[in-house]
C-alpha cells in the first residue's frame, strides 16, 4: 500500500538537465547516463516472472496429471484455471489485498493464477497426443502406468509442454509490468513513475520484451535440449 | 444486508462502497454508489465495446483472406508472440507520453491488445479446415468467395470465435488502467486511492472481475452458440476449446 502512494505522489524530474530531457524529446544521450538505474527494476522484473511461471508449472503439472489419471477432473480444473484467467490482474491484486496486503506476495500470487490454464491445457494436450500404439507398444514391454507416464507419456509431450511454458513466461512478463499497482516493483514502477517521459517509457517497455524475447529463447533452447530425438529427425 | 456483509469483512465494505454514497477519503466529495459506479461502467464499456468492434474490422477480413490463400504462417505467429509480450502498461505509457491523454489513444492502445488474438485464430481457425472438405467443395464447382462463406468461414467460427472472447476479457481488463490516460473507467477507483481509500479500491476490483468473468461467460456460450453441428457430433470441436466442455476424444483403454 504504502509504496503504491509513494509511487503516486512521487514527482520525480527526470535526471539530467539537457534541453532534451527539459522538452521531453526521446534522448538517447540521457538512456546512455542513466540506463543503470533500470537494472534492479529488471532484475525484480526477471523474479516477477520466474518465480510464478516455476510455481505455476509445478501446480499445472500435478493437477495435470491427476486428470490424466482421473479423466472428469479436467472440465472442473479447466473451469475454476479459466476463472482466474479472466480475472484482470490488478482487479486480482485487489482482490487479495484483504488476505495477503500488498506486495510481493500478492504479485506472485496474483501471476500464477494466470499461468494455470495455459500451462494445465498444454500438458493435458501433450500427454492425450500421445499416439494410442506407442502407449500400446510401452504397455506390451510391461511398462507400470507411473513408468508410462515418466518414460513415455512426458517426454513424448515436451514440445507441447514447453509451448506451453513459453507462452505462460511472455504472458507473464507483460502482466508484471501491472505488478507495480500490488507495490511489487519491477519495469512497472519505473513506467508508471515517469509515464510522461518518452526516453524512460521506451527503455522500461523495451527493456520488458527485450526480457520477454530472451526468456522465450532460453525456453526454446531448454526444449532442444531436452528432445534430443526431434533433431535427428530433422 | 449490513450484518451479510460485516461478516465477509473488507469484501463486505467493498460491496457497500459501490452500493452507498459516501464522502471522499480526503474529504469534500461523494464517492462511490450505483450512479457513480454506472458512470464509470459506461465508459468501460464504451471504450472496451469500441476497441474490439474496431480491432475485429481491421483483423478478421484480413485473417480471413490469409487464411483462405494459405500465406500468412509468419503474420500469425509474429503478431501473438509480439502481442503476448508488449506489457499493456508499456503500450499505454508509450501512447500517453508519444501521443497524449483521452479516449483516442487508450482505445487505440485496446484496439492493439486485440488484434493479435484475432489475426491468431482466424488464420489458424481457417488453416484447419480440412483440406479434403475444402477440395471437395472446390470440385462441386464453388467459388472461392463460396468456398469462404459456406464451407471455411462455419468450421472456423468456433476458433475465431475463441480469439474474440480472449480479446474482448483482454481489452475489458486493460481498460481498468485507463484512468492513467484521464478516461474515466472502473479503474479510477483503483488507481487513486488518495481519493476512494482502500475500500474503494476493493469495491472496483469485486466489480471489475465480476463484469470480466461475465464477459468470458457469455463468449464461452456464444462460442458453443456459433459450432456448426456436424463438429459437435464428431466431438472435432475447436482446438481451443469451448472452455467449459473439454473436448474429449475417447482412446482405446489398453490394460
Known amino acids: 500500500m504504502s509504496r503504491f502512494v509513494l509511487a503516486q505522489l512521487k514527482i520525480e524530474k527526470p535526471g539530467g538537465s539537457g534541453s532534451c530531457v527539459a522538452d521531453n524529446d526521446f534522448c538517447p544521450e540521457w538512456i546512455a547516463e542513466n540506463l543503470d538505474r533500470y537494472w534492479t527494476p529488471l532484475l525484480e522484473h526477471l523474479f516477477l516472472t520466474i518465480v510464478p511461471v516455476v510455481i505455476g508449472f509445478a501446480i499445472a503439472m500435478g493437477l495435470a496429471v491427476l486428470a490424466h489419471r482421473r479423466r472428469w477432473l479436467t472440465g472442473p480444473i479447466v473451469t475454476v484455471t479459466g476463472i482466474f484467467f479472466a480475472i484482470p490482474s490488478v482487479a486480482a491484486f485487489f482482490l487479495l489485498q484483504p488476505i495477503t496486503g500488498l506486495g510481493y506476495t500478492t504479485a506472485i500470487v496474483a501471476l500464477v493464477s494466470y499461468t494455470l490454464l495455459i500451462i494445465f491445457r498444454n500438458i493435458t494436450n501433450g500427454l492425450r497426443n500421445v499416439p494410442a500404439e506407442t502407449r500400446d507398444a510401452a504397455v506390451g514391454q510391461g511398462l507400470t502406468d507411473r513408468q508410462l507416464l515418466t518414460r513415455v507419456e512426458l517426454p513424448m509431450a515436451v514440445p507441447e509442454i514447453m509451448a506451453g511454458l513459453r507462452i505462460a513466461t511472455s504472458t507473464t512478463v507483460g502482466l508484471a509490468a501491472l505488478a507495480v499497482f500490488a507495490g511489487a516493483g519491477g519495469l512497472g514502477s519505473e513506467i508508471l513513475t515517469d509515464r510522461y517521459f518518452k526516453s524512460n517509457v521506451v527503455v522500461a517497455g523495451g527493456l520488458a520484451v527485450l526480457l520477454a524475447a530472451v526468456l522465450d529463447l532460453a525456453l526454446l533452447g531448454l526444449q532442444r535440449l531436452l528432445t534430443p530425438w526431434q533433431r535427428a529427425r530433422a | ?255
Not at chain 2, 97 to 124: D, E, Q, R
Open chain 2, 1 to 255: 444486508m449490513s450484518t451479510i456483509l460485516a461478516v465477509l469483512g473488507d469484501f463486505g465494505e467493498g460491496i457497500e462502497f459501490l452500493l452507498k454514497e459516501r464522502e471522499s477519503v480526503s474529504g469534500g466529495v461523494q464517492i462511490g454508489g450505483p450512479a457513480e459506479m454506472a458512470a464509470f461502467g459506461a465508459t468501460h464499456m464504451l471504450v472496451s465495446v469500441a476497441a474490439v468492434l474496431i480491432a475485429c474490422a481491421l483483423a478478421i477480413p484480413l485473417s480471413l483472406w490469409l487464411g483462405h490463400i494459405g500465406r500468412g504462417d509468419f503474420l500469425a505467429t509474429a503478431t501473438s508472440n509480439v502481442g503476448r509480450a508488449v506489457p499493456s502498461l508499456a503500450l499505454l505509457a508509450f501512447f500517453i507520453s508519444f501521443i497524449g491523454l483521452g479516449y483516442t489513444n487508450v482505445i487505440s492502445v485496446l484496439v492493439l491488445l486485440a488484434i493479435p488474438p484475432l489475426i491468431t485464430s482466424t488464420y489458424v481457425g481457417m488453416r484447419q479446415v480440412d483440406r479434403d472438405t475444402v477440395d471437395a467443395a472446390r470440385g462441386q464447382g464453388m467459388t472461392g468467395l463460396e468456398i469462404v462463406r459456406k464451407v471455411e468461414l462455419p468450421l472456423a467460427l468456433p476458433t475465431i470465435f475463441g480469439g474474440l472472447r480472449i480479446a474482448a476479457v483482454t481489452v475489458v481488463a486493460t481498460a481498468t488502467i485507463a484512468p492513467l490516460a484521464n478516461v474515466q473507467t472502473l479503474g479510477e477507483p483503483i488507481l487513486t486511492p488518495q481519493t476512494y481509500g482502500v475500500v474503494g479500491q476493493i469495491g472496483a476490483s469485486i466489480l471489475v472481475a465480476s463484469i470480466t468473468l461475465l464477459i468470458d461467460f457469455l463468449f464461452a456460450r456464444l462460442q458453443r452458440a456459433v459450432t456448426p453441428k456436424g463438429l459437435k457430433l464428431t466431438g472435432e470441436a475447436p482446438a481451443k476449446g469451448p472452455r467449459f466442455s473439454f473436448p474429449t476424444r475417447r482412446r482405446l483403454r489398453s490394460t
